[in-house]
Protein backbone atom coordinates (compact mmCIF):
# COMPACT_ATOMS: atom_id res chain seq x y z
CA UNK A 1 0.00 0.00 0.00
CA UNK A 2 1.28 3.15 -0.98
CA UNK A 3 -0.34 6.38 0.88
CA UNK A 4 0.41 9.98 -0.14
CA UNK A 5 0.27 12.60 2.33
CA UNK A 6 0.17 15.99 0.62
CA UNK A 7 2.02 19.20 2.86
CA UNK A 8 -0.84 21.67 2.19
CA UNK A 9 -4.01 20.17 3.43
CA UNK A 10 -5.02 18.40 1.07
CA UNK A 11 -6.48 14.45 1.60
CA UNK A 12 -4.47 11.66 1.91
CA UNK A 13 -4.82 9.50 -0.97
CA UNK A 14 -4.05 5.74 -1.41
CA UNK A 15 -2.49 3.34 -3.98
CA UNK A 16 -2.09 -0.69 -4.21
CA UNK A 17 1.31 -0.22 -5.51
CA UNK A 18 3.47 2.05 -7.82
CA UNK A 19 2.56 0.60 -10.70
CA UNK A 20 -1.10 2.44 -9.39
CA UNK A 21 0.24 5.80 -8.67
CA UNK A 22 2.69 5.82 -11.47
CA UNK A 23 -0.68 5.65 -13.45
CA UNK A 24 -2.36 8.08 -12.11
CA UNK A 25 0.37 10.80 -11.97
CA UNK A 26 1.25 9.80 -16.23
CA UNK A 27 -2.75 10.58 -16.61
CA UNK A 28 -2.56 13.67 -14.24
CA UNK A 29 0.13 15.21 -16.18
CA UNK A 30 -1.23 14.18 -19.74
CA UNK A 31 -4.58 15.70 -18.48
CA UNK A 32 -2.89 18.92 -17.18
CA UNK A 33 -1.00 19.24 -20.46
CA UNK A 34 -4.28 19.05 -22.70
CA UNK A 35 -5.62 21.64 -21.19
CA UNK A 36 -3.47 23.76 -22.17
CA UNK A 37 -4.25 26.33 -25.11
CA UNK A 38 -0.80 26.20 -26.76
CA UNK A 39 0.66 22.69 -26.77
CA UNK A 40 3.55 22.44 -25.03
CA UNK A 41 6.27 19.47 -23.96
CA UNK A 42 5.65 17.50 -20.56
CA UNK A 43 7.92 18.69 -17.35
CA UNK A 44 6.81 15.33 -16.05
CA UNK A 45 7.10 12.46 -18.41
CA UNK A 46 8.38 8.95 -18.18
CA UNK A 47 8.13 7.21 -22.06
CA UNK A 48 9.42 4.23 -23.60
CA UNK A 49 10.32 4.75 -27.64
CA UNK A 50 9.81 2.01 -29.69
CA UNK A 51 13.21 1.05 -31.45
CA UNK A 52 11.50 2.15 -34.72
CA UNK A 53 11.28 5.64 -33.09
CA UNK A 54 14.73 6.04 -31.86
CA UNK A 55 16.32 6.55 -35.33
CA UNK A 56 13.77 10.14 -35.90
CA UNK A 57 14.79 10.98 -32.38
CA UNK A 58 18.60 10.21 -33.21
CA UNK A 59 18.02 12.28 -36.67
CA UNK A 60 16.06 14.85 -34.99
CA UNK A 61 18.74 15.13 -32.32
CA UNK A 62 21.38 18.03 -32.69
CA UNK A 63 23.91 16.56 -30.41
CA UNK A 64 22.46 13.20 -29.27
CA UNK A 65 22.85 12.12 -25.88
CA UNK A 66 25.41 8.53 -25.91
CA UNK A 67 21.95 6.44 -24.63
CA UNK A 68 20.66 8.07 -27.83
CA UNK A 69 23.61 6.64 -29.86
CA UNK A 70 23.77 3.10 -28.34
CA UNK A 71 20.16 2.75 -28.76
CA UNK A 72 20.31 3.78 -32.71
CA UNK A 73 23.18 1.60 -33.06
CA UNK A 74 21.90 -1.34 -31.11
CA UNK A 75 18.18 -1.22 -32.31
CA UNK A 76 16.91 -0.51 -28.82
CA UNK A 77 13.79 1.22 -27.54
CA UNK A 78 14.99 3.95 -25.75
CA UNK A 79 13.44 5.52 -21.97
CA UNK A 80 12.77 8.70 -21.48
CA UNK A 81 12.14 10.22 -18.00
CA UNK A 82 11.58 13.62 -17.26
CA UNK A 83 11.65 15.28 -13.72
CA UNK A 84 10.45 18.50 -13.71
CA UNK A 85 12.71 19.97 -16.76
CA UNK A 86 11.79 18.70 -20.15
CA UNK A 87 14.46 19.93 -22.00
CA UNK A 88 16.79 18.22 -19.62
CA UNK A 89 15.44 14.52 -19.82
CA UNK A 90 17.36 11.82 -18.80
CA UNK A 91 18.11 8.67 -21.47
CA UNK A 92 18.20 5.15 -21.12
CA UNK A 93 18.89 2.46 -23.39
CA UNK A 94 15.89 -0.50 -22.68
CA UNK A 95 18.15 -3.49 -22.32
CA UNK A 96 17.21 -6.34 -20.57
CA UNK A 97 19.17 -5.96 -17.06
CA UNK A 98 16.69 -1.83 -17.09
CA UNK A 99 15.05 -2.47 -14.05
CA UNK A 100 11.87 -1.05 -14.86
CA UNK A 101 9.87 -1.08 -11.66
CA UNK A 102 12.47 0.79 -10.27
CA UNK A 103 12.58 3.73 -12.72
CA UNK A 104 8.86 4.05 -12.23
CA UNK A 105 9.19 3.81 -8.39
CA UNK A 106 11.94 6.51 -8.33
CA UNK A 107 10.18 8.61 -10.98
CA UNK A 108 7.19 8.71 -8.88
CA UNK A 109 8.65 9.69 -5.35
CA UNK A 110 10.31 12.48 -7.27
CA UNK A 111 7.33 14.16 -8.63
CA UNK A 112 5.86 13.81 -5.18
CA UNK A 113 8.83 15.18 -3.06
CA UNK A 114 8.96 17.93 -5.87
CA UNK A 115 4.79 18.14 -5.43
CA UNK A 116 5.20 18.51 -1.77
CA UNK A 117 3.70 15.08 -0.63
CA UNK A 118 5.05 12.72 1.46
CA UNK A 119 5.72 8.90 0.44
CA UNK A 120 4.52 6.05 2.82
CA UNK A 121 5.04 2.91 1.94
CA UNK A 122 3.05 0.53 4.44
Not at 108 to 120: A, E, F, G, M, S
Request: overall charge negative; some cysteine; charged content about 30%.
Amino acid sequence: MIILIPLDGKPTEQFEDYTELFECIISAETMKAAKRLKPQHMDWNFTTHSSKWVPILYTRSKNPSEAIKEAFEENLALIEICTGDYKKPLYIPLTPNVDMEYLKKKWCVDWCTYHHILVRER
